[in-house]
């Protein structure tokens, strides 16, 4: 008999134990995505409508898959309290899935067009990119129908279970091909100017760490789906994914003020070419030259400034100071190279 009871105990926290704290887990994370919100209101008031709409989509959604979760801990823990019936699946679990799989849809779509702005339009590498994170949205899809449907975790798993794994699965390698894609992008821009490897460096650190964070987390949810099919630790774990990637998202955003108001120093070798970022500066040079990064990206230019000495040294042969101009030209031509490509790394749709 207590054998029985402790087994059952062990059950429950396995069970509805995993769900509660992957809730509590999911409101924290859900405050941070509305503070991430006021913070881009407040900072990016005048960027593309387009963007301000997904980021108040995403904002809606996240809202929206809140209140699910707190609707099926409230539906488990308090209303069928005393209910030994643990197989039983409610209507908001089965909703916050397909929420869950919008937010990721959204958010692997600004990703994915990031990589196509750096990539120079690679469709060769974002068009399968592309059908793979629809494939997701439809695998999540059918999951969230048939859960409602059948209610009952076991007969899911027995009839439907390949389908959520296949949905975690592309998610898994989306998170993992975009993050590698964006790296390698970034990295074959650099040039041989300290200042702008300062920013391209910044850029990658942001992407490995935004897709880093989804990426473990949504592995460790398929490994307890696969291994531990008995429990609900996956669906705790679940109730995360979500939150995470509207963060990454919304972090991508607001990260922009920093590059951008971001001043990098050069060493003696660079000091030719100081490279300054900044929101629109205007400030007075000798030479300068300004190219925004794309159209959609208008909040960022790029200001390079350079100053020749010329010394009234008669030592000083023409020829010699032919060949220091030549090579102040071909220190520009490079850098509009990768400045570009700078630009299309933060570009927005």
Same mark, same amino acid.
């Given at each position: 008999?207590?054998?029985?009871?402790?087994?059952?105990?062990?059950i429950?926290?396995?069970? %509805?134990?995993?769900?509660?704290?992957?809730?509590?887990?999911?409101?924290?994370?859900?405050?941070?995505?509305?503070a991430?919100?006021?913070? %881009?209101?407040?900072? %990016?008031?005048?960027?593309?409508?387009?963007?301000? /709409?997904?980021?108040?989509?995403?904002?809606?959604?996240?809202?929206? +898959?809140?209140?699910?979760?707190?609707?099926?801990? #409230?539906?488990?823990?308090?209303?069928?309290?005393?209910? #030994?019936?643990?197989?039983?699946?409610?209507?908001?679990?089965?909703?916050? !899935?397909?929420?869950?799989?919008?937010?990721?849809?959204?958010? +692997?779509?600004?990703?994915?067009?990031?990589?196509?702005?750096?990539?120079?339009?690679?469709?060769?590498?974002?068009?399968?990119?592309?059908?793979?994170a629809?494939?997701?949205? !439809?695998?999540?899809?059918?999951?969230?129908s048939?859960?409602i449907?059948?209610?009952?975790?076991?007969?899911? !798993?027995?009839?439907? *279970? %390949?389908?959520?794994?296949?949905?975690?699965?592309?998610?898994?390698?989306?998170?993992?091909?975009?993050?590698?894609?964006?790296?390698?992008?970034?990295?074959?821009?650099?040039?041989?100017?300290?200042?702008?490897?300062?920013?391209?460096?910044?850029?990658?650190?942001?992407?490995?760490?935004?897709?880093?964070?989804? /990426? !473990?987390?949504?592995?460790?949810?398929?490994?307890? #789906?696969?291994?531990?099919?008995?429990?609900?630790?996956f669906? *705790?774990? +679940?109730?995360?994914?979500?939150?995470?990637?509207?963060?990454?998202?919304?972090?991508?955003?607001?990260s922009?003020?920093?590059?951008?108001?971001?001043?990098?120093?050069?060493?003696?070798?660079? =000091?030719?070419?100081?490279?300054?970022?900044?929101?629109?500066? =205007?400030?007075?040079?000798?030479?300068? #030259?300004?190219?925004? *990064?794309?159209?959609?990206?208008?909040?960022?230019?790029?200001?390079?400034?350079?100053?020749?000495?010329?010394?009234?040294?008669?030592?000083?042969?023409?020829?010699?100071?032919r060949?220091?101009?030549?090579?102040?030209? /071909? +220190?520009?031509?490079?850098?509009?190279d990768?400045?570009?490509?700078?630009?299309?790394?933060?570009?927005?749709?």
């Amino acid at each position: 008999m207590l054998s029985d009871a402790s087994d059952s105990l062990s059950i429950l926290r396995t069970m %509805y134990g995993a769900t509660l704290v992957g809730t509590l887990v999911g409101v924290f994370l859900s405050g941070i995505v509305s503070a991430q919100v006021y913070m %881009y209101t407040r900072v %990016y008031s005048n960027d593309r409508i387009g963007v301000k /709409c997904m980021v108040a989509l995403v904002w809606v959604m996240d809202l929206l +898959h809140t209140c699910l979760i707190c609707v099926a801990s #409230w539906m488990d823990l308090v209303e069928r309290f005393g209910d #030994w019936d643990l197989d039983r699946i409610t209507w908001s679990v089965g909703a916050s !899935v397909a929420l869950t799989a919008l937010v990721t849809f959204l958010v +692997h779509c600004f990703l994915i067009y990031r990589i196509y702005m750096i990539s120079n339009g690679n469709l060769y590498l974002t068009a399968p990119l592309a059908v793979l994170a629809f494939f997701r949205l !439809v695998a999540a899809t059918i999951s969230t129908s048939e859960m409602i449907r059948l209610s009952s975790y076991q007969g899911f !798993v027995h009839q439907y *279970g %390949y389908v959520f794994t296949m949905g975690l699965g592309s998610a898994v390698a989306l998170d993992i091909v975009i993050t590698a894609a964006m790296c390698f992008y970034l990295r074959r821009s650099k040039s041989r100017f300290s200042t702008m490897n300062d920013v391209i460096d910044t850029l990658m650190l942001y992407t490995v760490e935004t897709g880093m964070i989804t /990426c !473990v987390t949504t592995i460790a949810s398929l490994a307890c #789906w696969v291994t531990m099919r008995k429990n609900l630790i996956f669906l *705790g774990l +679940h109730f995360t994914i979500s939150k995470l990637y509207a963060n990454s998202f919304l972090a991508i955003l607001n990260s922009r003020v920093t590059l951008g108001a971001g001043r990098c120093t050069s060493g003696a070798a660079d =000091k030719r070419l100081p490279i300054m970022l900044s929101d629109l500066s =205007k400030a007075s040079s000798s030479t300068k #030259w300004q190219r925004t *990064g794309s159209s959609a990206n208008k909040a960022l230019e790029i200001n390079v400034e350079t100053t020749v000495d010329i010394s009234p040294d008669e030592t000083r042969s023409p020829r010699v100071r032919r060949e220091a101009w030549d090579e102040d030209i /071909c +220190h520009l031509e490079e850098l509009k190279d990768v400045s570009v490509t700078f630009g299309r790394a933060n570009a927005i749709p």
